[in-house]
């Protein structure tokens, strides 16, 4: 079984940073395609990022490329997400997620893992 915890959300300004991690247990953790995802108060929850099992290739949504990073320790099982130039429009729970498939995707179905959330609210 796999287990996915999250750290790191908290309040911040706009403008500020923040780094999320997440711990995985459980699995192949470097076999597979890890990411996040993010759900604001009566709203979908929201693509926020991938990682390729190997960390070499990335994918972002336009809301946030250029601002957020994702990274990958395969020998910590830790995936890391870091969040700049923060809106308040970024203030959701975020979710580390981690799918079977061998193909990153956007797609929240897709993905048959999921942590338990983190807070992250942005102030203005």
């Known amino acids: 079984q796999v287990q996915l915890v999250e750290s790191g959300g908290g309040l911040v300004q706009a403008g500020g940073s923040l780094r999320l991690s997440c711990a995985a247990s459980g699995s192949t953790f470097s076999s597979y395609v890890m990411g996040w995802f993010r759900q604001a108060p009566g709203k979908e929850r929201e693509f926020v990022a991938a990682i390729s099992w190997s960390g070499g290739s990335t994918y972002y949504p336009d809301s946030v490329k250029g601002r957020s990073t994702i990274s990958r320790d395969n020998a910590k099982n830790t995936v890391y997400l870091q969040m700049n130039s923060l809106k308040p429009e970024d203030t959701a729970v975020y979710y580390c997620?981690?799918?079977?498939?061998?193909?990153?995707?956007?797609?929240?179905?897709?993905?048959?893992?999921w942590g338990q959330g983190t807070q992250v609210t942005v102030s203005s």
């Open positions: 997620v981690l799918s079977l498939l061998r193909q990153a995707s956007f797609r929240r179905y897709d993905y048959h893992y």
